[in-house]
């Protein structure tokens, strides 16, 4: 499994931006595509957007489509995601995991601490 840290949530107004990190232990991160999830509070947990094993391919929810960027660092064992023009919508725990690229799953099953983003109207 790949053991993996969120960091970079917060509060902030609508229109702002926010910086998502995911630290990740192992080997065998470079190997995985990773992905950011969400959960807003009385919904269930929701897909956001993926990057390819080597960072050239990307994906997105409609929702987020051109606002969120995703990006990795495999020399870091690192994944980010650039949160711009928030909305109160987008207010919800963000989790990244290693991703099943066709069904925008999380391949592993078992989810981290996640990090709180809240976006104030």
């Known amino acids: 499994q790949v ?3 969120e960091s970079g949530g917060g509060l902030v107004q609508a229109g702002g ?3 998502l990190s995911c630290a990740a232990s192992g080997r065998t991160f470079s190997t995985y595509a ?3 999830f969400r959960q807003a ?4 947990r929701e897909f956001v957007a993926a990057i390819s094993a080597n960072g050239s ?3 997105y929810a409609d929702s987020v489509k051109g606002r969120f960027a995703i990006s990795r660092d495999n020399a870091k064992n690192t994944v980010y995601l650039q949160m711009n023009s928030l909305k109160p919508e987008d207010t919800a725990v963000y989790y990244c ?3 099943n690229w066709g069904t925008r ?3 592993e099953g078992a989810w981290g601490q996640g990090t709180q983003v ?3 109207s």
């Open 3 to 5: 053991q993996r840290v």
């Open 17 to 19: 931006s926010l910086r």
């Open 34 to 36: 990773m992905g950011w």
């Open 41 to 44: 509070p009385g919904k269930e």
């Open 57 to 59: 391919r990307t994906s």
């Open 97 to 99: 995991a290693p991703v």
């Open 105 to 107: 799953t999380n391949r």
């Open 118 to 120: 809240t976006v104030s």
